[in-house]
């Protein structure tokens, strides 16, 4: 969330639902929303992955096996606990569409017990996972400056579902408005589940249906109090609204925020994050949003990793990988190296770009210099420009920050602030808050600064006083003049809304970044999308600050984060998938990365906000998405699911580890992979070993062509410093009858590098450039 990009995020506690998603019509899942968890010493709860076959013939059904084995195992236990929960309240959940078990309360003697059990195969403790417009249909090309759309109506009414597992939905926004749209797909087999806040008139023709789960939540933290908290799908944060409305939102004519980011918001037809469209056949969605931070658990050795399928989400996408389009936020752990979540070949990973739309303030110092930033001030303190304020830092001008400094709660002296604009570093609480902190001093207003964490990055805020942010270049600067002057004073403008910043998109200094050290062979992320200052659909329980204190109410807000560019990404997916129904998730993700830009709006190389320096495949992976252009790739690159699981037996799984990714398809190792970075990825990344003696690497790619029948594509391979790097054949000539062509390309080392080294492998037909980003690692020497 735009709040939380620099504090602690929002946690959802997440119980598995297998179901899917598709667009234009939304089914809504909501999960409890905490800050706090407090877990019993005793009992966890666990998700318990069952072997369906191995039902015993004397139970009628797989329910009635669940609970008679956890029965066995807690029988004797329970014996021991007079004041203990009886059997039947142990089981929380049963599941039988994406895959079959349930979740329960147990003790970790009863776990160990239990794995002993003939048909289970594998227990997972229950996860916390964090919450990770008007402007971009035009950015992206999707919509021309006259608000023309370039698809067709039919393209866009496709009758697609889309799941959202987020934080719930605020049925009255009009971005859910179900006027004009035709009746819900036959094939949606879901429910409208009702609570405090939200009835079945509540769900329609665009909101097709609406669930709650919060089991686990109270059996690790007590009941709900159902007078403060919503326990149904109503959404009291926030966050949910905000992405099901940028996936599938309806068009809303003078949507704004305070005035800010004037236009049409709508919606995309999208499949997003976390697509179980075969997990959740019975519910009838295609494609599931899931912004959420996934916390992948692998072995982990010096450059040798190796993954454990305990990842519970993770064996659930895999092993139904044929038919659902998966795409994930990266996560909102940058600009720090390896901070990259969700990187499961089979998902697609998102990183966040900003747009050429920009919330421009000025800051005006005594000297009479102006500074620029950025900001979603609108309010009834306003600020005089006319008329210079006193200005004050309470830290010093070292790089060290100060609880006072950063504007903490508790920290500031009213004597000091008081009718003063305040300069508050950015870390540990959230930004909005700082200029809260700084109201309650009595200040008039707030200065806040980038540190070497957030770069130049600008992200806007609604703040409940005149505030702006700035870069840390900026920032250095007015802190220096503080200091350096015994009177400083300086005033604030608001500029409103700009639109064709340059340059743009440029990569979020909050998106996470690779390498994906977890397995280096899968370059991540795979591209990046707008999600920086995204306007979209807000809760009307809470402020556009989100802070408790804030009191304006509005249909819209504006947010920063990886959750709001997945839902680009997922949207123009399921445009594609329109255009293209027998396309599989690969071939779509295929489409987007070899047709995604490298370059921005001034023609040069995408930068990085953190550092305004030019960008890597670590930062921006195959590069921004370009929705035209993907709709037309002439070649992709496809993976089947028997692919993948090839590429799990190549990371050296054992074979129990291998038999939680096989089970539901009874997959085997056929050891078609030479090595884990042949499996047919549109991003390609050769990882030479620590023998320094092995100094030559080939890869394989197989491209289909899903252009013109006849078709002839050359080579075009990018200079590489250290090595050089070979494609054989250079031509790929295509007919009626051959649509699939292999090709091969031979890395060798001329000197070995101690950083990876980037570049491209593009093929051209005249129309077509399906471009290929390219990394080569040497491993340092044992």
């Known amino acids: 969330m735009a709040n939380s990009l620099d504090t602690r995020p929002p946690c959802l506690y997440l119980e598995m639902a297998g179901i899917p998603v598709q667009w234009w019509l939304l089914f809504l899942f909501s999960s409890y929303l905490a800050t706090t968890l407090v877990t019993s010493s005793t ?86 996972y964090q919450l990770h417009t008007t402007r971009s249909p035009m950015f992206l090309g999707l919509e021309r400056e006259d608000s023309t759309s370039v698809f067709s109506d039919n393209l866009f009414n496709s009758d697609v579902v889309v799941g959202v597992l987020d934080t719930g939905i605020w049925p009255e926004s009009p971005s859910f408005n179900d006027t004009g749209m035709t009746r819900i797909p036959a094939h949606w087999k879901g429910t409208c589940e009702v609570g405090r806040g939200f009835e079945k008139h509540h769900c329609n023709r665009k909101i097709v249906g609406a669930r709650v789960f919060y089991r686990g939540y109270e059996a690790a933290s007590g009941k709900i109090n159902e007078q403060v908290e919503y326990k149904s799908p109503r959404d009291q944060d926030g966050h949910g609204t905000h992405t099901a409305a940028t996936v599938a939102g309806a068009p809303v004519h003078g949507a704004n925020l305070l005035g800010y980011a004037y236009g049409t918001a709508r919606g995309w037809p999208q499949e997003q994050e976390l697509q179980l469209t075969r997990f959740a056949g019975p519910e009838g969605v295609l494609a599931l949003i899931f912004s959420l931070q996934l916390i992948e658990l692998w072995r982990m050795e010096w450059w040798s990793v190796v993954l454990l399928s305990r990842q519970f989400i993770d064996w659930c996408f895999c092993g139904h990988g044929d038919g659902s389009f998966v795409s994930c936020s990266a996560g909102n752990g940058g600009p720090d190296p390896i901070s990259l979540t969700n990187v499961s070949p089979w998902v697609t990973t998102v990183g966040a770009s900003t747009m050429d739309r920009d919330f421009p303030a000025t800051i005006k110092l005594g000297t009479g210099k102006f500074m620029t ?28 920050l100060t609880p006072s400094s950063m504007c903490l709660e508790g920290t500031l002296d ?42 130049e990055e600008l992200v806007a805020d609604c703040h409940l006083l005149p505030a702006v942010a700035v870069g840390e270049t900026t920032g250095k600067f007015i802190k220096h003049y503080a200091a350096a002057n015994r009177n400083p004073t300086a ?37 990046v999308a707008p999600g920086v200052n995204i306007l979209a659909a807000w809760t009307g329980e809470l402020g556009p600050s989100s802070l408790p204190s804030d009191h304006r109410r509005t249909k819209f807000n504006i947010l920063s984060g990886t959750s709001m560019s997945c839902p680009h990404v997922s949207g123009v997916a399921a445009l594609i998938k329109s255009r293209h129904p027998d396309w599989s998730p690969a071939a779509i993700k295929s489409a987007l990365m070899t047709t995604s830009y490298v370059h921005d709006n001034t023609q040069n190389p995408l930068k990085d906000a953190s550092t305004a320096t030019f960008s890597t495949p670590y930062d921006h992976g195959a590069g921004h998405i370009n929705p035209l252009k993907a709709l037309d790739p002439g070649l992709i690159y496809d993976i089947a699911a028997q692919d993948y699981f090839e590429f799990l037996c190549a990371q050296g799984l054992t074979s129990s580890e291998l038999m939680v990714f096989s089970k539901f398809s009874n997959r085997t190792c056929r050891h078609t992979l030479g090595n884990a970075g042949d499996l047919n990825y549109p991003a390609i990344s050769a990882v030479f070993p620590e023998n320094a003696n092995i100094t030559v690497l080939t890869l394989h790619r197989t491209v289909t062509n899903v252009g013109p029948p006849v078709s002839s594509y050359h080579v075009v391979v990018s200079p590489f410093k250290g090595a050089s790097v070979k494609v054989e054949p250079a031509r790929l000539d295509f007919t009626g009858k051959r649509k699939k062509m292999t090709y091969k390309i031979t890395f060798t080392t001329r000197s070995r590098q101690t950083a990876p080294v980037f570049g491209s492998v593009t093929w051209k037909d005249g129309v077509h450039r399906v471009r290929s980003p390219v990394v080569i690692t040497w491993l340092p020497p044992l």
């Open 43 to 128: 009992m966890k709860t666990y998700i318990i992955y069952m072997d369906k076959w191995a039902k015993p013939e004397e139970f009628s059904d797989h329910k009635q096996w669940y609970s008679s084995m956890i029965k066995s195992v807690t029988s004797r236990s329970t014996e021991k606990q007079e004041d203990a929960a009886g059997d039947e309240d142990r089981i929380i959940y049963n599941y039988q569409t994406a895959f079959h078990g349930a979740a329960a309360q147990l003790s970790e003697e009863e776990v160990e017990k239990l794995q002993e059990q003939t048909g289970v195969m594998a227990l997972y403790p229950e996860t916390v």
């Open 373 to 400: 930033g950025a900001s979603l001030y609108k309010g009834h303190r306003n600020i005089s420009s006319n008329r210079l304020y006193p200005l004050v830092y309470h830290g010093s001008n070292s790089s060290n």
């Open 491 to 527: 005033t604030l403008a608001f500029l409103g809304t700009k639109l064709r910043i340059r340059p743009s998109p440029v990569v979020a200094a909050f998106s996470s970044r690779g390498p994906n050290i977890l397995s280096l062979e899968i370059l991540k992320p795979d591209m």
């Open 414 to 455: 009213r004597h000091s602030v008081a009718g003063k604009i305040v300069i508050c570093d950015r870390g540990i609480s959230p930004r909005v808050q700082k200029g809260q902190v700084v109201k309650d001093a009595g200040g008039v207003g707030m200065i806040l600064t980038n540190t070497a964490a957030n770069g």
